[in-house]
């Protein structure tokens, strides 16, 4: 999954990279945007900026 964080920590333009099926990709999407505003922008020399944040996700059952 992958998904940007903007300069004030919401999150923005949320991607599955591969969807797993039974409704999983919607569900993370929705789970990952529960948590929009809570994250710490990145930050440069000249101060906050947006940047991607992207990572694999291990199911199992």
Do not use: H, Q
């Amino acid at each position: 999954m992958r998904f940007l964080v903007d300069t004030t920590g919401c999150i923005d333009t949320v991607m599955v990279i591969k969807d797993p099926g039974y409704g999983m990709a919607e569900e993370l999407k929705r789970v990952i945007m529960l948590s929009s505003g809570k994250w710490e922008p990145a930050l440069l020399e000249s101060g906050k900026r947006s940047d991607r944040f992207e990572d694999n996700l291990l199911l199992s059952w």
